[in-house]
């Protein structure tokens, strides 16, 4: 079996992210279960279903799984482009530290609740994570997408 450092996955769904955005391509599903690692340590993110070109116009629609969804996702009829991706990495990324998302602490599985706590709760994060983590975690779930790591100031 191959084996592969696990920030080695990570830089590379950064690296395929990097590649949709440069087209003008919003992924929108952005979670652990679509990201594929074959047995060459190629990594895929899968699913784009749910991607979309704002080459031209910015989606607006909510779409994508709950816990994951970036803040303007969730608000209905505001426009998005790239950075709703950079927030679902940071959600994906904390999924992988601490075992679920960042907006499910509770536990809870209802839909409403999840999209409440995104909207509304800041996330907090284990004095165990490093300074550089804390940081690299904070900038990716920002909820203003000016500061948003990843958005250069607006996506």
Not at 30 to 43: M, Q
């Amino acid at each position: 079996m191959f084996r592969i450092p696990i920030i080695l996955v990570w830089d590379l769904v950064i690296l395929g992210l990097d590649h949709m955005h440069k087209r003008f391509i919003v992924y929108r599903d952005l979670k652990p279960a679509n990201i594929l690692l074959d047995e060459n340590g190629h990594v895929r993110i899968s699913d784009l279903g749910l991607a979309c070109d704002f080459s031209k116009k910015k989606p607006h629609a909510s779409v994508g799984t709950h816990g994951y969804m970036a803040p303007e996702v969730l608000s209905k009829g505001t426009p998005y482009d790239s950075s709703a991706d950079w927030f679902s990495f940071g959600c994906m990324l904390y999924k992988l530290l601490k075992g679920h998302s960042p907006f499910r602490q509770h536990k809870t599985k209802d839909k409403h609740e999840i999209d409440r706590m995104t909207l509304t709760m800041n996330v907090e994060l284990p004095e165990s994570f490093s300074k550089e983590l804390r940081d690299l975690l904070e900038g990716l779930l920002m909820r203003d997408i000016d500061k948003r790591l990843g958005c250069k100031g607006g996506g």
